[in-house]
């Protein structure tokens, strides 16, 4: 299921929005500020922004991954109702709003909507390459490819955030998870190994691109 990041400074509303978007199936990142939320989002299938956030706040976050070109489902949370407040967070790169006090089932609701409207944890289609990301299964014109669990995942973690480069760290982070202790050096090997499948390379690559000094990019189509 996709990751959903929640973002607020309020502990109680971290604490009962995550059980429920966990009871959903979701896996759930938690930030109390804007710092981390940063820090989150690359690993963020959808995130759920709080207006008012100590050091970043939720618009801020919002203008800040639309100008890097990310389309990144983002649902404000917020106390303000007016509709003035309303369309600066829409103009500001949120998908929709929900106003404070809330219930944690509309926000469920509205986070399943958006992840529907995008094709999140549906298909993705780019150049002859199909990934199915329910059935968990990749194709290239046609023909089944046979990938390990853990190429599936890097694939389909770097598929569904076109264009945006990925640093090896936050590519552990998501594909292996935050208690692996290998080295960096796994992210390669396995990009190789990916490559190869894909009957990609890294000088005239069609799918991953090497971002030198960072890590990997899955090119937009």
Known sequence: MPNVLIVDDDPAILEILGAYLRAEGHTVLEAGDGWQAR????????????????GVSGVDLAREVRAGGSSLPILMLTARGEEEDKLRGLDGGA??????????????????????????????????????????????????????????????????HAGMAWPRERLLERVWGSDYLGTERVVDVHITALRRKLGDTSDTPRFIETVRGVGYRFRED
Do not use: H, T
Request: aromatic share 4%; charged share 25%; hydrophobic share 55%.
């Open 39 to 54: 820090e989150l989002l690359p690993r963020a299938d959808v995130a759920v922004l709080d207006w008012m956030l100590p």
């Open 95 to 160: 998908d929709d709003y929900v106003v404070k006090p809330f219930s944690p089932r509309e926000v469920v609701a509205r986070v399943r909507a958006l992840l529907r409207r995008v094709g999140v944890a549906d298909v993705l289609v780019s150049g002859g390459l199909r990934i199915d990301l329910r059935a968990r299964a990749a194709s290239l014109n046609g023909a089944a490819l046979e990938l390990s669990k853990l190429e599936f995942d890097l694939l389909s973690a770097l598929a569904q």
